[in-house]
């Protein structure tokens, strides 16, 4: 403050307290149709798909993991699913078959405040129970989740939808015998 013959200067402190912004998951991406492969059995990898995770998160300094969780939804356009279609450990096993592909944390690029990680999905049970066109369908909720232990390090959850068409299998004859002379 200066009056012209006296002055007086005083210091002023600004502190700017940052909060966690909360990641977010921007785009979960497919490739790739999920179709049954027609004729085969187990063993065999009946069908795969591929997809990207994109996340951002503001503050740029975060490390992000990501989780899935399966929504116990398994549904079958056929009718409902019986022991003679699916048992229950083929059941776990379609399940078991969504693979996030970083188990660790993520680093949040400086420039561009996003990171992206992909998903897989694979299996070789026996679908051959899904007559041309039924589907099997299932779903998992994927979250990102920060480092930074606040009340919102975790991101509101994305669902991916796994979709399986089934193909027509035709059938194959095992043998013919014949009985008598030709």
Known sequence: INDGIFSVTQTVTVTVTGTNDQPVIDAITTAGALTEAAGTGTGTAEVSATGTITISDLDDTDEVTLSEV???????????????????????ALVDGFVLNDAGALAIDDATNTVSSGWTY????????????????????????????????????????????????QPVIDAITTAGAL
């Open 70 to 92: 399966s929504n116990n939804d398994m549904v079958w356009s056929g009718g409902a699913i019986t022991a003679d279609q699916l048992s229950a450990t083929q059941i776990q």
């Open 122 to 169: 694979s299996t070789g049970e026996n679908l051959n129970f899904l007559a041309a066109g039924e589907t099997l369908r299932f779903s998992y909720d994927v979250t990102a989740t920060d480092d930074s232990g606040t009340g919102n390090a975790a991101s509101v959850s994305q669902t991916v939808t796994i979709t399986i068409t089934g193909t027509n299998d």
